[in-house]
């Protein structure tokens, strides 16, 4: 008989709660996302949003609850684990490293992939494969241009792209993006916005963000979940969820033009 048995999520999310003192920032949270969905996490601000990917990525122990990456669990392992067990991420404010090149925080990426190190002193070129494939994901975000200047020096919406580049050079199944578009122009958005549905599609990835930009959330997401005061408040459509009551009242504080 064929095996039809449906694959687990890539991500699911069980019961998950931690407190800091006495407040719950994730409070009793489960969730699953499908292979290949593209979707966003909002909420107001303290809503628990950063807590929730630092628990799924290993940068917070849960009190309580499980997270499981292709239906293992994760939860306890370090980031560098989960990492390479293939979720990326990158960060509200960026981790790159400003002092080296843009091309030089690429290729630490994908020597870390491969257990490897880049020695300080070895120029970039000497990695052959690994050079090449940074160069390919610098193209992916149009950085190629840009791959011997020094990260530091890059304008704030390129530092956000190359955040991007080092978790893609992860070679991760599901990519976690903390607020792509803060503090980014009205041009720099548009940009970025197409370049991440862009890498979606051509890579096939899963993908989930966090971001406070509504336009950007209700533009390209397939599916939103919204949390409030630690609480699942609600998960759907960007429809669904742009008419959902609670939503408005929590939040949105008036109902989404689609």
Wanted: charged letters at 25%; glycine letters at 8%.
């Amino acid at each position: 008989m064929e095996n039809t048995q449906t694959p687990p999520p890539v991500l699911e999310v069980r019961r998950l709660s931690k407190a800091f003192g006495g407040l719950k920032v994730t409070n009793d949270v489960s969730f699953a996302i499908p292979r290949g969905e593209l979707s966003a996490i909002i909420g107001p601000n303290g809503a628990g949003k950063t807590t929730l990917f630092n628990l799924i990525t290993g940068k917070l122990v849960p009190d309580a609850g499980e997270v499981l990456f292709k239906g293992e669990r994760i939860d306890g392992l370090s980031p560098a684990d989960i990492a390479r067990k293939g979720i990326g991420r990158a960060f509200q404010i960026t981790s790159i490293f400003k002092e080296r090149t843009v091309l030089e925080n690429v290729l630490v990426s994908v020597l870390s992939r491969e257990k490897k190190t880049a020695r300080l002193f070895r120029r970039a070129t000497a990695y052959g494969d690994a050079v090449r494939e940074a160069i390919e994901i610098l193209a992916t975000l149009s950085l190629e241009a840009k791959a011997g200047e020094m990260a530091g020096s890059l304008p704030h919406g390129d530092q956000k792209r190359l955040d991007i580049a080092v978790a893609l050079a992860l070679n991760p199944e599901l990519v976690m993006l903390d607020e792509p578009m803060a503090g980014m122009s009205p041009e720099e958005r548009t940009i970025t916005v197409d370049l991440i549905r862009k890498i979606w599609k051509e890579k096939a990835l899963t993908l989930l963000f966090i971001e406070h930009d509504m336009d950007v959330v209700f533009g390209i997401s397939e599916w939103i979940r919204v949390l409030n005061q630690g609480v699942l408040l609600a998960e759907g459509t960007p429809a669904e969820i742009s008419r959902n009551r609670e939503v408005i009242t929590a939040y949105l504080g008036e109902e989404i033009d689609e």
